[in-house]
T-cell receptor, first 112, second 116 residues
Framework: DAKTTQPNSMESNEEEPVHLPCNHSTISGTDYIHWYRQLPSQGPEYVIH???SNVNNRMASLAIAEDRKSSTLILHRATLRDAAVYYC?????????????FGKGTKLSVIP | EPEVTQTPSHQVTQMGQEVILRCVPISNHLYFYWYRQILGQKVEFLVSFYNNEISEKSEIFDDQFSVERPDGSNFTLKIRSTKLEDSAMYFCASTPNPGDSLDGYTFGSGTRLTVV
């Protein structure tokens, strides 16, 4: 499986934008970039995913580098509820079980 | 918004006993998964299930584990003879058709299994 590298932790002030980086230099052309988050004592929660183009949804934006070797999850206005561990995951889109492989993620702290 | 429902939320069992963890995936989803997370560690893949059979399993998913979808709605994980090291949060997940790459995966809120 292609690997991702994320900072262990980040801090943000409430109501400010947050940019969570992810490096995936060995990404293949068939890998989708998925982001999930896990709030304390809860299951992982889908945030966003994309292949090549930048993506927006109601939760966040995903900016993907032109060479696809890195991506950034953007939370436009951090709230206390956004404090969680954020996982960047490459999901192979060829034949298979399409399982997700979680790393350690980035623990985001939001300061009031 | 549709949810993946897991029961029970917490299960305490004695070592050597059998446990069954239950999940109700979202109704139009086709792929189902079990993951576990030992306290303070990463979320680990256990098994994937499609078209009423296992499509992939990890090294963790040994002979003491089994899965089934007995009635077309429930998706269960059975641990035959629990060990202390099976204590963990177990998460069920489902997705409509990952081959379409249009959708993310929906996870349940988990079952905390404590083996004593």
């Amino acid at each position: 499986d292609a690997k991702t590298t994320q900072p262990n932790s980040m801090e943000s002030n409430e109501e400010e934008p947050v940019h969570l980086p992810c490096n995936h230099s060995t990404i293949s052309g068939t890998d989708y970039i998925h982001w999930y988050r896990q709030l304390p004592s809860q299951g992982p929660e889908y945030v966003i995913h994309g292949l090549t183009s930048n993506v927006n949804n109601r939760m966040a934006s995903l900016a993907i580098a032109e060479d696809r070797k890195s991506s950034t999850l953007i939370l436009h206005r951090a709230t206390l509820r956004d404090a969680a561990v954020y996982y960047c995951i490459l999901r192979y889109s060829g034949a298979g079980s399409y399982q997700l492989t979680f790393g350690k993620g980035t623990k985001l702290s939001v300061i009031p | 918004e549709p949810e993946v429902t897991q029961t029970p939320s917490h299960q305490v069992t004695q070592m050597g006993q059998e446990v069954i963890l239950r999940c109700v995936p979202i109704s139009n989803h086709l792929y189902f998964y079990w993951y576990r997370q030992i306290l303070g560690q990463k979320v680990e893949f256990l098994v994937s299930f499609y078209n009423n059979e296992i499509s992939e399993k990890s090294e963790i998913f040994d002979d003491q584990f089994s899965v089934e979808r007995p009635d077309g709605s429930n998706f269960t994980l059975k641990i035959r003879s629990t060990k202390l090291e099976d204590s963990a949060m177990y998460f069920c997940a489902s997705t409509p058709n990952p081959g379409d790459s249009l959708d993310g995966y929906t996870f349940g809120s988990g079952t905390r299994l404590t083996v004593v």
